[in-house]
Each structure stands twice: as structure tokens, then as C-alpha cells.
């Protein structure tokens, strides 16, 4: 296992001082009062036996989880500024990581009542516009399309969505890389020998996006539900009333952690208060064949239909 001692790095919106090396993320220097959040190792073996009768993988309390990845390691989460990490003897370095910047990520967030919205973030003309959907859907793939012309990435599988004083929903950038199947390698000409292969999923690969990578915060515009159909054509439609509390929901990643942490009326509040300020529309895509690209030209224009809808000079 990889070590680097009081190593500071910038991601998610917070300060992450980490004794655990995480060369996917910005390196800090010269950092000033304290950190937001910092990562260590302990031993959490006897803290997880308490708890091997009553659950499977994840026990959750009000600011506190503690989950185990067999034959990875145990991650305890507290307050939304600590995770500490117990690697098991032969652990993946490579999947520790993983869960580190994804599962225990997450549940900081919602800790820190920071929305993690499951799914890509694109920036255009100032504005963030979030790609969310199932495993699968294409989000990913699609924030890649925009990347090939020539928008800039805020986020890739967890984005942080917060409100300005003006309940204005603000996406800030998590960090620089994407993660991509090889299938949408091919379809885009890029060779899968150019890139690190994530941990386990050796048909997934870790794709840095240091040049187009957006690093200042951006007023989130809109979203986009991607869900697969079999069809030929590309649908699109918008989401309206009621329907858009279940789609942040459902969209919220690891949703499952709002209701044991006592959570669930304040996703209600923000998610209450975003409504008025961006548009919400489902894409249904032809799951027989490649569609990223037209969907780029789709969604420019969507986009461009609705940009006078709401105001973000309150920003």
C-alpha cells in the first residue's frame, strides 16, 4: 500500500488531507487553517464484530457509516470529516481507492448535507448541465462526446450540488477524470492500452481529463435522466411536477443512506427549493445502437430552447 503522509488534496469543493497516497486527485500546497475532511488508517475489525450479526455489508447511523468490502477493507465515515480505512491483507490498493472516492466520498457529502448527485457533469457557456441514469445508461459516454467537442468536465460519478444564497443550485467540480467502458473507447478511437483499467472491472478504464477539466464552481441548469429503450429513435421529454422529487431521489447516489441518517427532509427541502431554478428532461436513447453523438446536438438544442427560462444573475 501506497503511503504519502499528510498529503493535502483538493476535491469535491473540500480541503482532503489523507494519509493514503490518491494520485487521482489535485495536490495541495501551502494550505492554511485546517482541512475538511481527513482520511487515515485504523483498525476497525473489533468496531466492525459488533456488528456482524445485525448486517451484511453496511451498518448507518446519524453521521456515521460503517461499511466492509470483503477482502478489500472496512471504512468507517463520521461526521462528514473523517473516514478512517482498514485494509485486509492482500487488499487492492486500486479498489480501496475506488470506494474511497466513491461510496465513503458520498457519504461525506450527505454528512455535510452536499447533495451527490449520481452521474456527469458538463459545463456549457457557464452553466452545469448533469447527465444522471442506472448503471449503464450512458452518462459517462456522453459527457465524453461533449469532452471530444470541446466542453469541460466538472464531474464524473459523484457531483456535489450545494444552493447559493439564492437557492440557486451550484455543481462544484469533484475531480479530473473520467471512467469509461471499452466499448465507448472504441466508438470514440481510443485505445484502451493508453489507460489504467480500473479494479476488477477490467473492461472499465480510469481516463484523465487534466486539460478539460472545469475548476470553478457553476450554477447547475439543468438534468438529464439517460434510460436505455428499444427503439430506434431518441426520445425526449420534460419532467414535470411531482415527478421531479422522485427523479432527484432515485438519482441521489447511495439514496439508501437518507432515511437511516435521518436525512430525508432535508433532501426534501433542497430539492424543493431547486425546482423554480433548472429544467429536468428524460432522454430515452435506442440501446441497439451508438447515439452520443447525436445526442450532443440534441441536448445543445434543448439547452438553447430553455436557457431563458430562469434567471441566474441572482448567482
Known sequence: MLIKKNTV?????????SEIFLPELSQLSGVGNGTDVVIEYADLS??????TGSAKHFVIK???????????AIFLIQHGRKILVSPMNGADEDEIRLYMLG???????????????HGSAIAIDGKAYAFVGDSGAGKSTLATAFLKKGYHLLSDDVIPVTLNHANVPIVTP????QKLWLESLDHFGMESTDYQPLFVRDTKFAIPVESQFATEPLPLAGIFELVKGDHLEICIQPIEKMQRFNTLYT?????????????????????????????????????????ANELVDLLLTTIEKEENKYDYSSN
Open 9 to 17: 488534496y483538493k476535491a469535491f469543493g473540500l480541503t482532503i488531507s
Open 46 to 51: 473489533l468496531v466492525w464484530a459488533q456488528y
Open 62 to 72: 446519524k453521521d456515521w457509516l460503517l461499511f466492509r468490502v470483503p477482502e478489500s
Open 103 to 117: 461510496t465513503c466520498m458520498g457519504a461525506i457529502l450527505l454528512q455535510r448535507k452536499i447533495l451527490p448527485l
Open 174 to 177: 469533484a475531480y479530473p477524470q
Open 251 to 291: 438519482h441521489t447516489y447511495r439514496n439508501f443512506i437518507l432515511q437511516r441518517s435521518d436525512l430525508l427532509e432535508w433532501h426534501f427541502e433542497l430539492s424543493s427549493k431547486m425546482m423554480n431554478k433548472i429544467h429536468i428532461h428524460q432522454i430515452s436513447r435506442p440501446e441497439a445502437r451508438f447515439t
